[in-house]
């Protein structure tokens, strides 16, 4: 198993391009998130989907897009890019709630981006 | 969401027990407390979780007193590879709203 695996792991963008953070999963997690992290902060949750086809908002969600069209795939896009959305960025998956090990979320190893 | 509070930064010795509480006053029935641990460029891993009481794996100890309003992770023999930043999280295993990752505690192990 692969696990948590996350596309590209270095991107360096000038202000106003876009592009798309691509992660996958392949232990049929129902849940997956995309968190952004900066230097000497914790993770903060950007988008999360419960399943194929849903999406909900986290807590920074402005800027970014997200679909999750396959049950094994999350994508995140950055439409326009700002120099604020300098980070890591890392992808997680778990299993649904209300099962065993349901909050143990399964890290991909991030994604450094850089704006420019 | 409970809100959790923990230490920013420790430091520790090499072979020393260290031990990181977290404070979670309004936590609820139903919360799961979990940690996880963060080395540098790479993402979180689980390490624990517990509800009451006290749990054990092959990595740490959680201990949780009977008003669970607190719970300290417990590294028994800490090395330089147990450097990194540890995240206390709260929350419902069974609602599908996220937990929320602070800022950790930097934990610094020194030889």
């Known amino acids: 198993n692969a696990g948590v695996t996350q596309t590209p792991k270095f991107r360096v963008l000038k202000t106003g391009q876009s592009m798309t953070l691509l992660c996958a999963q392949d232990m049929n997690h129902e849940y997956m998130y995309w968190y952004r992290q900066d230097p000497g902060m914790g993770l903060r949750l950007i988008h999360y989907?419960?399943?194929?086809?849903?999406?909900a908002k986290g807590e920074v969600p402005d800027g970014y897009n997200v679909s999750r069209l396959k049950k094994q795939n999350f994508l995140l896009g950055l439409e326009s890019a700002a120099p604020s959305q300098t980070s890591v960025y890392f992808c997680?998956?778990?299993?649904?709630?209300?099962?065993?090990?349901?909050?143990?979320?399964?890290f991909g190893p991030g994604t450094r981006l850089t704006v420019l | 969401l409970a809100k959790t509070t923990q230490p920013i930064s420790m430091d520790s010795y090499e072979g020393q027990e260290v031990n990181i509480t977290c404070s979670h006053n309004?936590?609820?029935?139903?919360?799961?407390i979990t940690w996880y641990q963060q080395f540098p460029s790479q993402g979180p891993r689980f390490i624990i979780q517990?509800?009451?009481t006290k749990v054990t794996n092959e990595v740490a100890s959680l201990f949780i007193p009977a008003d669970r309003k607190s719970s300290t992770l417990s590294l028994p023999r800490v090395s330089l590879s147990d450097t990194a930043v540890y995240y206390c999280l709260v929350g419902d295993l069974y609602l599908n709203t996220p937990l929320v990752f602070g800022k950790g505690t930097r934990l610094s192990v020194i030889a």
């Open positions: 517990g509800y009451k």
């Open positions: 989907s419960v399943g194929e086809g849903t999406t």
């Open positions: 997680a998956s778990s299993y649904r709630a209300g099962t065993r090990s349901a909050d143990t979320q399964y």
């Open positions: 309004n936590i609820a029935t139903n919360d799961y």
